[in-house]
């Protein structure tokens, strides 16, 4: 059956073998440029597998590129992108030493709109292993988008951010953290100080002895 005329069914389960099938990150972002299952996929330029350094000790997920993203490739690269820059500069961390940076949906979905329940469903078979083949010591879910499809929470993000979750990789459990999207930041930025306390905590989590 071709790529293009997968049922949302079938678009998934082919991308549940080609996630577990990929043994790294380069095998991972290979079957990934050439899985057809998601119609988004269509419409974009690129597909943004991830930027910064693999196998960092910290994991950061959105939502989905945006049309600058698309446009190059890599995740977090306009105005969020710098803010979130300076946010993980803060507390001691950069894309180039110790941050690793992807997204649930990894082809842009038009106009920004918030990515279907199907397309984050044939997305999330990648991100798993994503995240089993990353290696995080923690993970930090940026938005309420990111912690509704990684993490199953309904509930806004302001209810949640600041609280420690637990991710499940095999037998272990990733220590993760969920907190505020860059892009609202730059909407509403007196609420930086409630991302600042997040951050806080993670670079605590980090340092802490063991």
Known sequence: MPAASLIPEDAIGTAQNLAAAAT??????????SFEGCALKRGATNTVFADGTELAPVMLIGEAPGREEDRI???FVGRAGQLLDKMLAS????????AYITNVINWRPPDNRDPTPEEAAQCLPFLRR?????QPKVIILLGAVAARHVVGK???IMKIRGRWMDYR????????MPTLHPAYLLRQPAHKKLAWRDLQAVRDRLNAPG
């Open 24 to 33: 790294n990150l380069a095998q991972l972002r290979a079957v990934m440029e």
């Open 73 to 75: 490739g890599k995740p």
């Open 91 to 98: 507390i001691g961390l950069d894309r180039a030493r110790n």
């Open 130 to 134: 994503h995240i089993e083949l990353a």
């Open 154 to 156: 309904t509930d806004g």
């Open 169 to 176: 990789v095999g037998d272990q459990l990733v220590p993760l």
